[in-house]
T-cell receptor, first 109, second 112 residues
Framework: DAKTTQPPSMDCAEGRAANLPCNHSTISGNEYVYWYRQIHSQGPQYIIHGLKNNETNEMASLIITEDRKSSTLILPHATLRDTAVYYCIVRSADDKIIFGKGTRLHILP | DTAVSQTPKYLVTQMGNDKSIKCEQNLGHDTMYWYKQDSKKFLKIMFSYNNKELIINETVPNRFSPKSPDKAHLNLHINSLELGDSAVYFC???????????FGSGTRLTVV
């Protein structure tokens, strides 16, 4: 079973920051938090990952709480092409990535 | 120059047939995976191979047999296809315990 909990859907206005929350209260000390997204029927796309510190790349920022029990993915300026299902995943020590139901993000024009 | 390529993209076949899906990655990754996405859109891991060695084998019927001739290829062979095997199958690759997976574009299998 997935070790994460996400809201099933969210809306965000185009051009605004999209903040996607994720709870992973049972995460272990050496487990990373990964974010992927799946646009329509394409293969999932890696976005970002982190362990303890906040991370930023060209796609997004990842904010992890100090107790590591939750995190937020931030898309700074959402566009219509960011409409997708976003998955928050805890990568286990045995390298198994278990996908949950994800959050369906709708970007509104 | 696709990073992870799967063939075929679509596969329609009759119950009872045997079929294979091929996957190749040119990223130099040492680990490859097969995932199944069912009609409810759940993505479930089936297998993973590291340097041609099986390291994850989830509860998958033994009609499904992965084969890794080298670390750049992981093929999925399915015997005696059933209606419930209809799904989209995704291949992926990564460095073991490294960065994120790179997924292929999927193979939509329809069993009729």
């Amino acid at each position: 079973d997935a070790k994460t909990t996400q809201p099933p859907s969210m809306d965000c206005a185009e051009g605004r920051a999209a903040n996607l929350p994720c709870n992973h209260s049972t995460i272990s000390g050496n487990e990373y938090v990964y974010w992927y997204r799946q646009i329509h029927s394409q293969g999932p796309q890696y976005i970002i990952h982190g362990l303890k510190n906040n991370e930023t790349n060209e796609m997004a920022s990842l904010i992890i709480t100090e107790d590591r029990k939750s995190s937020t993915l931030i898309l700074p300026h959402a566009t219509l092409r960011d409409t997708a299902v976003y998955y928050c995943i805890v990568r286990s020590a045995d390298d198994k990535i278990i996908f949950g139901k994800g959050t369906r993000l709708h970007i509104l024009p | 120059d696709t990073a992870v390529s799967q063939t075929p993209k679509y596969l329609v076949t009759q119950m009872g047939n045997d079929k294979s899906i091929k996957c190749e990655q040119n990223l130099g990754h040492d680990t490859m995976y097969w995932y199944k996405q069912d009609s409810k859109k759940f993505l479930k891991i089936m297998f993973s191979y590291n340097n041609k060695e099986l390291i994850i084998n989830e509860t998958v019927p033994n009609r499904f047999s992965p084969k890794s001739p080298d670390k750049a290829h992981l093929n999925l062979h399915i015997n005696s296809l059933e209606l419930g095997d209809s799904a989209v199958y995704f291949c992926a690759s990564s460095f073991l315990q490294g960065d994120g997976y790179t997924f292929g574009s999927g193979t939509r299998l329809t069993v009729v």
